[in-house]
């Protein structure tokens, strides 16, 4: 088998396709009994899980993530298990240097092996270095990503120049992110020879959303140009507003003469159990989806349209959304074309909604674009705020009481003093910090342990069953009986 036609795939079903598909609420009850399948399938990694998800995962699934990352790492010997993270653990604030150092250790001693390390304005300089160097000091491996956007200034030359900085940092691994599924195959033939081009012997990965349909051509594209991994899904987890099938992906670029190197048998298993859990539980199944070239144009995710609709309909405005998408559109260029990304899009289309409602354009501005105006997203991209807007935020009063803020840097003992003191561990210190309420932890530890059975035994396979109740401890005796089975066991 030639080296230069394998293409292998990092999993995003668990992470981003529970993500952009079920809204979190995949719990881990329900990955348990297909975890040994994601560990054979061959993957170069799973991603899991994510910051934000912290937050979902206490709060509505009532489970501890810490816990789930554990149970996962046990049954994935073989595989790293990832995490997608911006350069904070509370979402996208400014992290205590001594909390993001105290994540990394705790991230990699409890079971992540890989870190996929975003910056939302694709600054390198700003917070991405020490970033780095955490997750590289705890023993994981970093995947620094740059994040493709449409603009004037996204060009080919800037991904040139961004691969250039990102080599720099001696990260292992670049990849080129596009979680508004914006790319093209016309723009991956020029885009990915000008990365790879700069990327030397630094490995490329490549991660897309199938928003507007053209996912799956644009990773073909990317690897006759020299790709060698794509990030996929599983179904039901895969297509929609998540990532390519990795079934579909790798059928494809077999008949085009490369070697995809997964163990399909083992990802048909997981795709049975999740389309069982989809079925049991009522969840949305990703299908693809049509073109839609109004994406390319105000490049606002759906997750944020969504937002917006909630918050107009409240209002009695929906019928506004029109002119605030209009206006999201405005706003972007204005701020110099901040990437269509989070926390950036759900700046511009706040600040969107409050110009439309207002009547007057930065009558009243939120004080995250002030922040950013302020310089707090990198000085390079408040220079390239229109001189007009900018004159007018900076004269708001409210520009003036945040114009001398500094972010804290307490040290670790005062950060534990302040979470519960000094009989707190470092997992839960860290579960306080970014959940920011003992009632809903409490309410977690309440809800008991995560269950390992729930989901045991319906759609996967029957050696599977006989496995999982082989191991369990208060049984002396099963009986299992259907229509074509009848199997009894003394245990």
């Known amino acids: 088998m030639s080296k230069d036609k394998e293409v292998r795939f990092v999993d995003q079903t668990l992470r981003d396709g529970n993500q952009s598909l079920w809204a979190l609420t995949m719990s881990t009850s329900m990955m348990l009994p297909v975890a040994g399948r994601f560990n054979e399938a061959g993957f170069k990694a799973v991603d899991l899980t994510a910051p934000a998800h912290f937050k979902t995962i206490v709060r509505e699934v009532r489970e501890d993530p810490w816990e789930r990352i554990r149970l996962m790492a046990r049954k994935m010997r073989d595989t790293p298990l990832a995490i997608m993270q911006q350069c904070s653990i509370t979402g996208f604030g400014i992290v205590p240097k001594c909390m993001a150092k105290l994540w990394s250790q705790r991230l990699a001693a409890n079971g992540i092996r890989r870190v996929h390390l975003m910056e939302a304005s694709n600054d390198f300089g700003l917070r991405v270095p020490d970033y780095v160097k955490f997750a590289t000091d705890a023993g994981m491996e970093v995947v620094l990503a740059m994040t493709y956007s ?31 599924g914006l790319l093209t195959p016309e723009r991956i033939r020029t885009l990915v020879p000008a990365i790879l081009k700069n990327a030397g012997k630094t490995p490329v990965e490549l991660h897309s959303h199938c928003t507007t349909g053209l996912a799956p051509l644009c990773y073909l594209e990317a690897v006759k140009r020299g790709i060698r991994t794509l990030h996929t899904g599983i179904p039901p987890l895969a297509n929609g507003s998540a990532q390519p099938s990795v079934l579909s992906m790798a059928n494809n670029l077999r008949h085009l003469g490369y070697v995809p190197r ?3 048998a083992a990802v048909a298993a997981v795709s049975d159990h999740l389309q069982y859990v989809a079925k049991r539980e009522g969840r949305p199944i990703g299908a693809p989806v049509e073109y839609d070239e109004y994406q390319y144009v105000h490049q606002i995710p759906g997750g944020v349209i969504s937002n917006l609709k909630r918050q107009l309909t409240q209002l009695k405005l929906i019928d506004r959304l029109p002119q ?4 999201c559109i405005r706003v972007r260029v204005d701020f110099g074309y901040p990437i269509m990304v989070t926390p950036f899009s759900q700046y511009i289309a706040t600040q969107a909604a409050i110009n439309v409602v207002l009547g ?3 009558k009243q501005v939120v004080d995250d674009m002030i922040y950013y105006a302020l310089g707090f997203w990198g000085k390079g991209a408040a220079a390239a705020i229109d001189r007009n807007v900018m004159d007018k935020i900076l004269s708001l009063p409210r520009s003036k009481e945040l114009a001398d803020w500094e972010p804290p840097e307490p040290s670790l003992e005062q950060m534990r003093e302040q979470y519960g003191g000094s009989g707190v561990s470092d997992d839960d210190l860290l579960l306080r910090y970014i ?4 009632d809903d932890i409490k309410a977690m530890r309440a809800a ?4 390992h059975d729930k989901y045991v035994g319906a759609a996967t396979p029957l050696r599977t069953l006989i496995e999982e109740l082989l191991k369990r401890k208060d049984l002396s005796y099963v009986s299992i009986r259907t229509k074509d089975v009848n199997i009894e066991m003394e245990l």
């Open 435 to 438: 959940i920011g309420s003992d």
């Open 448 to 451: 008991g342990p995560i269950r």
């Open 150 to 180: 449409i603009s004037p200034k996204h060009t080919d030359k800037y991904y040139e120049q961004k691969t250039r900085d990102a080599v720099a940092l001696k990260v292992p691994v670049i990849l080129l992110k596009d979680p508004g």
């Open 360 to 362: 007057e354009r930065y």
């Open 324 to 327: 605030v998408i209009e206006e």
């Open 262 to 264: 997964l163990d399909e």
